[in-house]
């Protein structure tokens, strides 16, 4: 049997939104307005779906195009996702203390401090330091883009321990959780997204100083989006950020590596808005004498000019992990369910039609890295959609794993 809860029932630390929709004509804000949050109770086996509405992206090459509604602020948008691969010897014996592990920024050389002319901090709501969105005579929007996503690093101690480590981006504050084998240890940025080593740099995730092998190679990959938050209200037009960078940076600058992530971020206001409405939860369980290892969801999707903006925008649909499953798989068409160690996960298909059970082991039709899913209609200038489909998943993994555990993903109606 398929549970969905359909009452607003809130997580500790969770902030109501306007993500279910209770009339056709209401206008519904979500992961591209002024608020954004989740609803959710999970028993069993359980996905947490979190509706998000109206982001948009365009990839073509290493540039990422946004679509957002003007008149918003808060978190109004976010691009798409782009990964990035680093492999090479540290040749730096030395502490670290001070450098990046997994950098996102717009230097190749160091991680961004507060006092560059390309990052700021805004509002009075928290929000971390972000980089500078401008507009198309070089002045400040009032919007910061801010990574969302993981990274993973892998570093060699001179006494030969390996480290793995694990990173989250959430909306530019940074988590990162490290493991030699035997010990555990992690750390995080201060509220304002600064470093709690070095407290003028952001996005630049370390560890507590250690000696390396300087001869060792290291890897580091990224996997993340660029939320956008505007301080207020943007005004329709055009604004952008230079190139980014993902970087791995030693404390000398020798071994230093780097490589261009995006070359360029572009973000449009316009006048469209868009709507989801999914459920936000469903149990789903495995084992003997279980049948419910499957579950087929509805959406609806509403999307309009308010304005007459002068292009037209196609909606897509799209899933990305999150919280809990953020970083827990290393294969996209894969959400790990938390606390399995890797024994549990959900693969999905966009369709009504779950994947078949001989999907577990490559997947199916459904990505959890924020990608386009599925094309919904093109909204013409002045003009308005109404659509409503099926979304469907399969619990895969092993059936001797008692106990109740969690998986969390993003849907996103995306606008481009």
């Known amino acids: 049997m398929i549970k969905v809860n359909k009452k607003i029932i809130f997580a500790p630390g969770q902030v109501a939104t306007r993500n279910q929709m209770q009339q056709p004509t209401s206008q519904f804000i979500g992961m591209a307005g002024v608020r954004y949050a989740t609803r959710s109770l999970w028993l069993m086996k359980a996905l947490i779906i979190m509706a998000g509405v ?12 946004a679509v957002v509604e003007g008149g918003r602020s808060g978190i109004v948008g976010a691009t798409g996702s782009v990964t990035s691969t680093l492999n090479k010897a540290l040749m730096d014996a030395r502490y670290s203390t001070s450098y990046g592990i997994s950098t996102i920024s717009t230097t190749t050389a160091i991680c961004d401090d507060i006092t560059s002319r390309e990052v700021s901090i805004e509002g009075s709501d928290g929000k971390p330091y972000g980089i500078i969105l401008r507009n198309d005579v070089g002045n400040d929007s009032g919007a910061r ?15 030969g321990k390996r480290l793995n480590g694990l990173i989250v981006y959430t909306e530019g504050l940074w988590t990162n959780t490290w493991s030699d084998g035997i010990t555990t240890q992690s750390s995080k940025s201060n509220a304002d997204g ?5 407290d003028t740099r952001i996005f630049c995730p370390n560890i507590p100083s250690v000696t390396y092998d300087p001869d060792a190679i290291r890897t580091s990959s990224v996997n993340v989006r660029f939320k956008i938050y505007a301080a207020r209200p943007l005004m329709p037009g055009n604004y952008a950020v230079r190139p980014l960078y993902h970087a791995d940076l030693s404390s000398s600058g020798s071994g230093d590596m780097a490589e261009l992530l995006v070359d360029r971020v572009d973000v449009r206001v316009a006048n469209y808005s868009c709507a989801l409405n999914i459920p936000t939860s469903v149990d789903l369980s495995t084992g003997a004498g279980t049948s419910n290892d499957t579950a087929t969801l509805n959406y609806r999707v509403q999307c309009s000019d308010q304005g007459a903006s002068n292009v037209s925008m196609t909606p897509y649909v799209s899933v990305m992990a999150a919280g809990v499953s953020s970083g827990l798989s ?8 938390a606390g399995t160690g890797g024994r549990l996960w959900i693969i999905g298909n966009w369709s009504g039609t779950a994947p078949a059970s001989s999907s ?20 013409v200038s002045g ?7 099926q979304v469907s998943f399969r619990l895969c993994g092993a059936t001797g794993v008692p106990g109740d555990y969690t998986a969390q993903a993003t849907f996103s109606v995306v606008q481009r």
Do not use: E
Not at 194 to 198: E, G, K, N
Not at 330 to 337: A, D, E, F, I, R
Not at 383 to 389: A, E, F, K, L, Y
């Open 330 to 337: 290393s294969t996209p068409s894969k959400l790990g369910v």
């Open 54 to 65: 109206s982001t948009a992206y365009t990839v073509s090459a290493v540039t990422l195009t």
């Open 194 to 198: 600064t470093s709690p080593y070095v």
């Open 383 to 389: 003009g308005s959609i109404d659509v409503q489909n």
């Open 145 to 159: 883009l801010l990574p969302d996503g993981s990274a993973t690093w892998l570093r060699t101690l001179a006494d």
């Open 360 to 379: 577990c082991s490559a997947g199916s039709t459904m990505y959890f890295d924020g990608r386009d899913g599925i094309a919904l209609s093109r909204v």
